[in-house]
């Protein structure tokens, strides 16, 4: 709801500081204008996109009003996963952990964190890389080489929709040149007109420049950093199995294994050691 927060008091100090310098609203009110610019900036975002990032805009939106995907006890149920997992690999061997990666849906571990088994992206991540543990994968530097290219790619993944609004974000200024050009031909057009209808037909043209502007630093441009702010922080819940499941192929125990995720994780969402401690001392392996 930040988002939403945001937006209104941008128009407000703009409407309202127009008005007290006196400005009349009408003067502004030029749906043509609005047509001109936004439809233009609609038609740039589709020419440049691709049907899957026009869908993934929707989703990134709603993750806009809703805030980063993963809180504090997200962040907890990843941390005791891994470390009934560590634990489960140290005492029984890597092999243990077939039973619960190759069919999550009814791992006996899993199962007591449904939050996470309904993430389907961090399901088969973190099964992904624990199945190369059990395949025999034993040397942590190969792994994070591949936890790196990874996650890069998935970086790059989730940043695709705020580049794209950041590029459209860029060019509407432009647009609203081409708004404010198209209303000043109008005026050549009618030089013939008494001074009044020319001064109303200068500020429609005039008000091309102001929304291009306002729209792409007051509404554009922040959402796309607000997309980018939240997505990476959602990155650092998968950059916390990384350091977990590094740790503990280093030959690190479960508890300092899982305190290397714990330590990746930014301080507004990541539980204390003692809350961890507490949340893994009533949880069972069965």
């Not at 690999?89 to 309904?118: C, M, V, W, Y």
């Amino acid at each position: 709801m930040l988002w939403l927060t945001g937006a209104v008091i941008v128009i407000l100090s703009v409407l309202l500081g127009y008005v007290a310098e006196g400005g009349a609203l009408r003067v502004i009110w030029q749906p043509f204008e609005f047509l001109i610019i936004i439809g233009a900036s609609i038609g740039a975002l589709i020419t440049s996109s691709t049907r899957y990032l026009l869908g993934e805009m929707a989703t990134s939106f709603k993750s806009l009003l809703s805030g980063p995907r993963y809180d504090k006890e997200a962040y907890t149920q990843l941390l005791s996963i891994l470390y009934l997992m560590f634990k489960l690999s140290r005492t029984k061997g890597n092999i243990a952990l077939e039973a619960h990666i190759e069919n999550p849906d009814n791992s006996s571990i899993l199962g007591q964190f449904p939050q996470f088994l309904a993430d389907a992206r961090a399901t088969t991540f973190l099964c992904d890389y624990l199945r190369m543990l059990t395949m025999g994968t034993e040397n942590p530097n190969e792994l994070e080489s591949l936890f790196d290219e990874e996650l890069a790619t998935l970086h790059a993944q989730v940043m695709r929709v705020p580049s794209l609004l950041q590029n459209i974000s860029d060019g509407i200024p432009a647009l609203g040149i081409v708004a404010a050009v198209l209303g000043v031909i109008q005026t050549m057009a009618s030089i013939s007109q008494p001074p009044e209808v020319l001064g109303h037909l200068i500020a429609a043209a005039l008000v091309g420049t102001f929304l291009g502007v306002l729209l792409a630093y007051g509404f554009v441009g922040p959402v796309a950093s607000g997309m980018r702010a939240i997505n990476t922080t959602d990155m650092k819940y998968f950059e916390s199995m990384k350091a977990g499941i590094l740790a503990h192929l280093h030959g690190q125990p479960p508890s300092i294994a899982v305190e290397f995720a714990r330590k990746t994780i930014f301080s507004e969402v990541r539980p204390t050691f003692y809350e961890l401690e507490q949340t893994v001392s009533k949880l069972t392996i069965e």
